[in-house]
């Protein structure tokens, strides 16, 4: 078995967690099997899509490559006959899409620094890889985006980038740098679902 | 007058029938001529451009070249002034939309192949290029895209798609195997939808 | 002070007005700061990043160059902070959608033209990239978008851009040309919304 660089592996992952999110909307609203196939396709492959296609890094490697494909059928495999397991975790479409958000915050803001780009725009690419495919699967079921409707959502991905641009200009070790970026992003989003944490409002609205 | 290539036909058809639906949805919603003229141009020509930008093949077709747009203008012309007589035939956004499903998973997947994606990639590629424009026109009009929630869609775009797969590797003539892909998708969808065929969905939802 | 070049500042000023549309849209909808930044970001932003994804010149400006995001988030920080003064403007989100229009429209056709796309493609793309922004804006909240709901929207993007292009082949200065046809957008659509001008539809619906 090769060794896949972690790139790929943040990117499988992503895959898989914002696939099976993806599956799991779609048997809720009682889709069929295609109809979870293609929403697991979308929730998992369009948020690396958008960001390669910014980067102009063509064809994308979820198209390229047919193992990202796979893994996101996969994932419909998964939610098509284990949904009643996955469905006893609290909260799962939640979890995952944050486990999702901190994969996809880490590879995206690390492809674009990969391609020089500034440190700023860099961490918006990271922004938009993590909310692209939650925001497609979303909008697919005629649902306005998590990335609006919650608390604290993009701004744990962004937080989840800052980490790796911060830790590239350290120079520490890029896996150790990802680990705790992802893990930021997750810790940040679950526990702020958890306590009911609110980002402030515009006054007098 | 040029004989032009065959992609090229695939898509200015497909340009036209999903044209078609879009203004004909348009006219249904009561929308006037622009409003006509934007679905028809989004629904003939998103696809094909989602399809050139994914493949990094940009500027689009459907951009670089005015018959495009013309063509998905001369749709929405149809529409405006003929929709009396189009919506005589039975269903006939359907009927069309399955059409063009036809002809752009065709045309997306032979372009991915003459630009070496793999057979995998190459399949989903014409399935994004089918349901691509349909999936544009539905939002445009805040309606759950059809692709999720009808029988049989993306699984018909996904057999055409296969077919000029399996139909390049053993060599067949390119008109043959585009026509009876063309011919099958667009049996498929409406036989589907004709008999009500129904895929599984997830046990004990 | 850089002086920099128009197509710059076309760009900047579009951002800008159109992330304050965004910024004022969420803040209606009683979103936090964060879903305010993000809606003000995809306004801002998006209609930009869908001219330069279509015309291959990757990645796209408002992602390489930091001051794109700044202003979107400037925009976003303007409404959070003074968007009770915004509101006493009357229909402030129209108008501001309506230069943001302009901005767009020209500046999409002009960059088409300067990468030598055929004069009604560029028009097209000036279009796209003027009615983008706003149909991410309005997606996002699940609002059918303003380029379908109202009466001569894209229309006045098409002749904007039209200017654009009959400028450009007469060979008149640039900036005038630029000037004129954000103004003639402007005054159209507002006009239009001022007397309620509504485009024919098709007989018989």
New interface residues.
Partial sequence: MDILPLGVWLDLLGTYVFGISGALL???R??????????S?AAGLAGG?IRD????A???TA????RY??TALAAAGT???G??LVERLSKPVMMLDALGLGFFAVSGCRKALA?E??P??AI??GVLTA?GGG?VRD???????R???E?????AAMIGAAIVVVGAQAGLSDSAVAGTAVAAVFAIRVISVRFGW?????R??
């Fill in positions: 779609a048997v809720r009682g889709l069929d099997i295609f109809g979870i196939a293609v929403l396709v899509m296609m910014l980067l102009g063509t064809p994308p198209l390229a490559e047919p494909l796979l939610a098509f006959f949904h009643r391609l780009l500034d700023l725009p918006l690419l909310v925001a909008l697919l079921v005629a649902e306005p985006p990335v609006l409707r608390e604290i959502y993009a701004l609110r980002a402030p409002r515009a007098g609205t």
